[in-house]
């Protein structure tokens, strides 16, 4: 396994990444939607992988949701940085993380368009469930 760390700007959000890729082979995605155009977003994940996202002051943790709404995506209040796309289903979640906001981003490659408009909202939970990664939301702990 190999393990990132990575948070938004102020520290609020931390995520630590853990992937079966090494970072030079890894399949960065530029998701070509009008949200991750705005924010430039590179944004990676492993299903053999995990993701635990740390969230140290709830108040300050924005759950952004547009279009079909079956996503949070999980911005800092204070410093404003966008670091993962988080689906609840079920019992279980999955996530993706943003490259940008890992210690190690320059070791990973150049990212490659995506365009996922138009998939309906069973195909798009269908495609995080089977691409996304595992993961765990922790509130409120230091
Ligand atoms: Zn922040």
């Known amino acids: 396994m190999h393990h990132f760390h990575g948070s938004c700007h102020c520290g609020n959000l931390e995520v630590d ?4 890729v090494a970072p030079e082979d890894a399949a ?5 939607c009008s949200f991750c155009r705005k924010h430039d977003a590179r ?3 492993d299903p053999s992988g995990a ?3 740390t969230v140290h002051d709830q108040d300050l943790l924005e759950r952004y949701r547009f279009g079909l709404g079956a ?9 404003g940085v966008y670091v993962s796309a988080y689906m609840q289903d079920g019992d279980d979640a999955y996530a993706n993380v943003m490259v940008n906001v890992l210690d190690d ?4 490659p150049q990212p490659n ?3 996922l408009d138009g998939e309906n909202e069973a195909g798009k939970r269908q495609r995080r469930r089977d691409n996304w990664t595992p993961a765990t939301l922790r509130i409120g702990t230091d």
């Open 17 to 20: 990444y853990s992937a079966t």
């Open 28 to 32: 960065v995605r530029a998701c070509q």
């Open 71 to 79: 996503t949070d995506f999980l911005i800092c209040r204070k410093c």
């Open 43 to 45: 944004a990676l994940s």
């Open 51 to 53: 993701i635990e996202i």
């Open 105 to 108: 981003r320059e070791q990973f």
């Open 113 to 115: 368009p995506v365009d």
